[in-house]
């Protein structure tokens, strides 16, 4: 069920603490560099589990960035430097005997661009659970691609088709497919970066649609250029502004009652 | 904007077009006249090969009655192959040949006689005796091999008055009208050609040879090259650090591409000859160089087809938690490797026709035996065309063309293979 604006602004969340135990991922003092230059400058914010965080913001002001510190993308960047304390359940993932390839099974990562690997549909889902080895059998793994594309809300447009290109699809039914993949080893936490801007408006309310009900069993990151679709979908949204996290609040604080003037331009339009 | 702005601006367009579109005409017709001198240079050396090697497909032979004699090949009457072997084979096609021109006296004419005859012939003879020792004691009739000049003749590669085809006496002439006459001189497919290892005589000189040490040398080359050489390009493109040492790196191995492939045979000469102590004309040494100077060509090869790959999938892969290596191996590799395919083979293909630098390691001896391992002395095509165009004898020149026929021939099939292993490895979503 996609919530509406009034839904958003009757229910009043309260300001997440440090150590309020809802907190899965806490973020303290990051700083992030591409060689020289600063793209996140002491960004601290906590991620509430089971819940929707947005990302806005004006383009490159970071957002990508920040988003993927947050599952150590940024590892695979050569000049790409990062400061500062991130913790996923109160361990530190940027500790020396944090495994990046573990940590990314726990945090899970829908691109901007829908990118299937040009597999099939099946072998697209049934990547991630075979590398980690999660089916022992395969009508495990017929299971787990099966319930992967029926909560990604795909199943039903593919059960035909699951040995066709997975690149053949629409690019609405790429993006489900991706993720599909990224629920498929049921990870604690999805990253989505942009995952609507190539979609149309019905394929959008689709996503918008899965995300509301993917909450309940993961904790969903998500970098919006839509004002909308951050008050529809998100219960938290943080504001960035030219690597600086200006002002994270409750979504609909932030969309009524901003503190800074900078939250009120930007989400007004009035931004330029 | 008024009516006559936009009017102004589209006569402006209009004319600008004109010209755009003769710059794109002139350019189209540069492209087809590029394409037209190209083919029509190609159509030039294929009629040139063809026209000059084509008889060589073909070979003169002469009919005998040869008469297995009892007292010459086996007087003792042991039925030892080895006391056969040792026989005067060749005193039997003289035999024969006194026999059919029985008023030849002179010993100069009689020398001239037996030379109607390829050397070889005598080999084949003791063949059909070892293959069938029952024939001994009867009269058999024999095509045989002529020798390269009635062959050059026969095939009007030579005339008789003409100077310089002073080589062929008057009397040889009459010899020769008699047998075609008689029907005992005709010209058959040349089997030799393609069995055969090297000869000082053209008529018993053949390509196989050649072609099994080449088999050898590109065997070897192609094991090394290609896993060394994609090991190399996924190494420096996906997991090297970039720093100053593997920018050396690079600006070298982009170099050894540009290096004369004649440096790598002095180095496998330094290298794997005198310091190692490997055989000298030896495929393994040859199959080395070659590896030599393809590895640089695979490995840039690889490495771009590596980096066409979208980063997108590499994120992907990680993104569901799949280690660097299980990325490269499961979806970066199967998608550039249509791309190393291609890469190697262009790169195998030079190595097929590289003369210089197996001359240096000593592929250029002349070797008659068939190699039978990549230890053995061989020489390879692009030697063997190499030596035939160096022999005096005019039928080597046909035989020359004839060998570069069936090089281009390998290097068809070669890269018509690699379409093929292309398209079969490319992804077609
Ligand atoms: N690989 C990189 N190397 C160097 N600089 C980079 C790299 N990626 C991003 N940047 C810089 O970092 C800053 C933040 O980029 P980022 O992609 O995080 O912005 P964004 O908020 O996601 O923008 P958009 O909304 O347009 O996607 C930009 O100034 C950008 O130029
Ligand atoms: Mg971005």
Same mark, same amino acid.
């Given at each position: ?43 601290? *914010? ?8 947005? #990302?806005?913001? =004006?383009?490159?002001?970071? @957002? %990508?960035? &920040? ?33 990046? *390839? ?8 829908? #691109?901007?661009? =829908?990118?299937?690997?040009? @597999? %099939?549909? &099946? ?150 | ?429």
């Amino acid at each position: 069920m996609v919530r509406s604006r009034d839904d958003i602004v009757r229910t009043i969340g309260k300001p997440l603490l440090a150590d309020d135990e809802r907190v899965k991922i806490s973020c303290r003092n990051v700083n992030v560099y591409y060689g020289e230059k600063r793209a996140i400058r002491e960004v601290s *914010v906590d991620i509430a589990e089971q819940e929707v965080t947005a #990302f806005i913001g =004006p383009s490159g002001c970071g @957002k %990508s960035t &920040f988003l993927r510190c947050i599952n150590r993308m940024n590892d695979t960047i050569k000049s790409c430097r990062v400061e500062g304390e991130i913790t996923l359940d109160r361990e530190d993932i940027y500790d020396r005997n944090v495994d990046p *390839v573990l940590l990314r099974a726990r945090i899970g990562m829908v #691109f901007q661009k =829908p990118n299937p690997f040009p @597999k %099939s549909i &099946f072998e697209n889902v049934a990547y991630g659970p075979r590398i980690h080895g999660l089916a022992r059998n395969k009508s495990e793994l017929d299971e787990i691609v099966i319930t992967s594309l029926e909560k990604a809300g795909l199943f039903s447009e593919v059960k035909d088709q699951l040995d066709h290109p997975g690149t053949g699809l629409s690019g609405g039914q790429q993006q489900r497919l991706c993720i599909a993949r990224a629920i498929s080893v049921q990870p604690e936490v999805i990253l989505m970066d942009e995952p609507c801007s190539a979609l149309d408006p019905i394929a959008t309310a689709k996503i918008e649609e899965l995300i509301d009900e993917l909450r309940r069993n993961f904790t969903i990151i998500i970098v919006t250029h839509s004002m909308q679709q951050a008050a529809r979908v998100s219960q938290r949204t943080a504001f960035f502004h030219l690597g600086n996290l200006v002002e994270v609040d409750d979504t609909n604080t932030i969309f009524v009652n901003p503190e800074h003037k900078l939250t009120q331009d930007y989400i007004t339009g009035r931004y330029g | 904007m008024n009516k006559q702005d936009h009017e102004a601006r589209l006569n402006l367009i209009k004319s600008r077009l004109k010209i755009r579109y003769a710059k794109e005409k002139a350019f189209r017709a540069a492209g087809v006249t590029a394409i037209l001198t190209a083919l029509s240079m190609l159509a030039i050396l294929f009629i040139t090969i063809v026209g000059s090697g084509y008889s060589a497909f073909q070979q003169t032979f002469v009919r005998l009655d040869i008469h297995f004699d009892q007292e010459v090949i086996d007087p003792e009457r042991s039925g030892d192959p080895e006391v056969f072997s040792q026989a005067d084979f060749a005193g039997l096609v003289k035999k024969s040949l006194r026999k059919k021109f029985p008023d030849v006296r002179k010993r100069r004419q009689k020398r001239d006689l037996y030379s109607l005859v390829s050397s070889g012939a005598s080999f084949q003879l003791r063949d059909m005796v070892m293959n069938n020792p029952g024939i001994i004691g009867s009269t058999k009739t024999v095509w045989m091999p002529a020798d390269d000049d009635i062959d050059m003749y026969v095939k009007g590669h030579i005339k008789a008055g003409e100077k310089g085809g002073g080589r062929i006496k008057d009397y040889k002439l009459a010899w020769i009208k008699e047998l075609s006459a008689g029907g005992a001189i005709e010209k058959r497919f040349n089997r030799t050609l393609f069995t055969s290892g090297d000869s000082r005589e053209p008529e018993l000189a053949g390509i196989w040879g050649a072609a099994v040490g080449s088999f050898y040398t590109m065997f070897v080359t192609l094991v090394l090259s290609f896993p060394l050489g994609v090991a190399t390009a996924i190494y420096l493109e996906e997991f090297a650090p970039k720093n100053i040492w593997t920018d050396i790196l690079e600006v070298n191995i982009n170099n050894l591409a540009a290096v004369p492939s004649i440096v790598f045979g002095l180095l496998g000469l330094a290298v794997f000859l005198n310091f190692f102590g490997l055989p000298r004309s030896a495929p393994i040494v040859g199959g080395l160089v070659l590896t030599f100077m393809t590895l640089p060509t695979i490995i840039i090869a690889s490495r771009a087809s590596l980096l066409a790959v979208p980063p997108s999938i590499r994120e992907g892969a990680l993104g569901v938690g799949a280690s660097k290596m299980q990325a490269v191996m499961h979806h970066v590799l199967p998608l550039a490797l249509p791309g190393m395919l291609t890469g190697t083979i262009i790169g195998m293909a030079r190595a097929l026709g590289e003369t210089a630098p197996l001359l240096m390691i000593g592929m250029v001896a002349f070797i008659v035996d068939i190699p039978a391992g990549i230890f053995d002395k061989a020489t390879v095509l692009p030697v063997q065309i190499y030596l035939w165009a160096d022999s005096p004898e005019r039928a080597f020149m046909e035989r020359t063309s004839a060998a570069i026929m069936i090089l281009l021939a390998f290097l068809l099939i070669m890269n018509a293979a690699a379409v093929i292993l292309r398209k079969r490895f490319e992804r077609r979503w």
